[in-house]
């Protein structure tokens, strides 16, 4: 049977709580974890993921209606490069520039008729007019839809894609 092990004398351990660590890790020179779990604690201060305050009566009802539907209607676009139309696919974004039609007499700089504008359908191969131009289907309020039809008379329309 072997010999009984002699376990020495030791001091016992005291464990110090959180706070304790930060100031001696700033004792020993270590400032860079120290800084950065202090700013950590102010952000969480700050940022707070408790309760939030209740608010006034007035506010909690300015903010219970339902917010404004703008339901996009279809308005046919014809644009004047089918070859930039050939880039499109429906679901792309873009952006409508009117540019004034010379023949028409019109005259003035290019100005954005509609923004972000949703490709609904584009056309199929070989169907563009004599003229170069291919007409889109764009998926726009209906506001912006009336502005479309009024420029697409009077300009021609160019596309970018967002």
């Known amino acids: 049977m072997p010999a ?3 376990v020495p004398f030791f001091e016992p351990l005291r464990v110090r709580g959180t706070r304790h660590r930060l ?3 700033l004792r020993r020179g270590r400032h860079l974890p120290a800084v950065l779990l202090a700013l950590a604690a102010v952000a969480l201060a700050v940022g707070g993921g408790g309760p939030r305050p209740e608010a006034p009566a007035t506010a909690v009802a300015a903010r219970a209606r339902p917010p ?3 339901r996009p209607v279809s308005v046919p676009v014809r644009i004047a490069d089918a070859a930039t139309v050939r880039l499109l696919r429906p679901g792309d974004r873009v952006d409508v520039i ?3 039609n010379s023949t028409l007499g019109g005259a003035g700089e290019a100005r954005v008729v ?5 490709v609904a359908e584009v056309p199929h191969p070989g169907e563009t ?3 170069g131009g291919a007409l889109v289907v764009l998926s726009v309020p209906r506001a912006t839809a009336a502005a479309l039809a009024g420029a697409g008379v009077t300009s021609q329309l160019a596309v970018t894609v967002c």
């Not at 509609?114 to 949703?118: D, E, F, K, N, Q």
């Open 4 to 6: 009984p092990c002699v």
């Open 23 to 25: 100031r001696r890790a």
């Open 68 to 70: 404004v539907v703008v």
């Open 98 to 100: 009117a540019a004034p």
């Open 114 to 118: 509609a923004t972000g504008a949703r």
């Open 129 to 131: 007019r004599s003229d």
